[in-house]
């Protein structure tokens, strides 16, 4: 995939619309992202994804799911590999469905904020571009002050590249930052990831933020 130099110099018109069929649906729902999506430190192996899909009424209609999470991945390996692993769970599915949540990675990794924006731009426009509906969950704090300030920055840009394209976003930060379980959970742990309890506060905030709606359920 070819990065733009300039996301707000690009005129987004999409050359495919996104369709719900009547009757049944088959739906192929790819999740990509990084260790949060992954569930790493999530000692019932569940992470946030899991406990989403299983709270997903989809009576009526086929939803199969996949979690392509690679721990401690930027935006950049995302955008370069989610078209490359979803399409094969894509094949043969009436509906493609693309769940985005990055950006730990590029804190870590001193990605600047004006490249993080656009590696998430790159990814939402490729997808209206070829009929695949999109939704972005936001990177969640840590018990660190100084990396909080800059996902904070983070959450705030992606918030903002979703809105312009009218995309679904998932605020995780603000929400979580002083919820007592939240950092609790994160004390027990490594500071930056969760266990069960926080997983099961995204998944709530995920569930919580228009998630049936998107999936017209």
Known sequence: MTARSDETSVEFAPSAEFHVADGPRDIGLCFVGDGYVAGFGDPKALG???RVVARTPAEGHVLTAYNLGVRGQSSAEVMDRW???????????????LVVSAGAGDVDRGTT???SRLNLANVLDEAASTGI???????????????NARVEVLADAQADVCQRRGVPFVDCFHPLRDHDQWQSDLAAGDGQHP???????????????GWQQWLQL
Request: contains cysteine; glycine residues 10%.
């Open 133 to 147: 509906a999109t939704f972005v969950v936001g990177p969640p704090p840590t018990l660190e002050a100084d990396r």
């Open 113 to 115: 904020t004006a490249r």
């Open 83 to 97: 078209r490359t692993e979803c399409e094969p769970r894509w094949a043969g599915r009436q509906e493609r469905r």
């Open 195 to 209: 266990g069960q309890a926080g997983y099961g506060l995204i998944a709530w905030l995920v569930l919580h933020a």
């Open 48 to 50: 946030w994804v899991s």
